[in-house]
Nanobody, 127 residues
């Protein structure tokens, strides 16, 4: 089992940047595929980005491709989401998630694949 704690959210103007962090504790972090998801008010939770166990393969939602970058530091048990050129539509609660299944290059978009979730961090982008 793994515990996840997100940080780095806040209020930023449109066009600005934020970096979210997700610190993991418990079982060996490098055994998990990691993902970021977000949920805006009144909307369903949606996929944002994922990174494979090895860190060499990533996947992004079309809405954030070219603006967001997911990365991980297995030595620090942390996954990051660098968010640039933020838009008002990026406003949401952002969650990191961990999936214990998959090989070194597997990434998943499906919410149902992820077994462990953090509590979320609020990102608000003002226009």
């Amino acid at each position: 089992q793994v515990q996840l704690v997100e940080s780095g959210g806040g209020l930023v103007q449109a066009g600005g940047s934020l970096r979210l962090s997700c610190a993991a504790s418990g079982r060996t972090f490098s055994l998990y595929t990691m993902g970021w998801f977000r949920q805006a008010p009144g909307k369903e939770r949606e996929f944002v980005a994922a990174i494979a166990r090895s860190g060499t393969r990533t996947d992004y939602a079309d809405s954030v491709k070219g603006r967001f970058t997911i990365s991980r530091d297995n030595a620090k048990n942390t996954v990051y989401l660098q968010m640039n050129s933020l838009k008002s539509e990026d406003t949401a609660v952002y969650y990191c998630a961990a999936d214990p299944v998959g090989n070194l290059l597997t990434v998943f978009r499906s919410i149902g694949r992820y077994d462990y979730w953090g509590q979320g961090t609020q990102v608000t982008v003002s226009s």
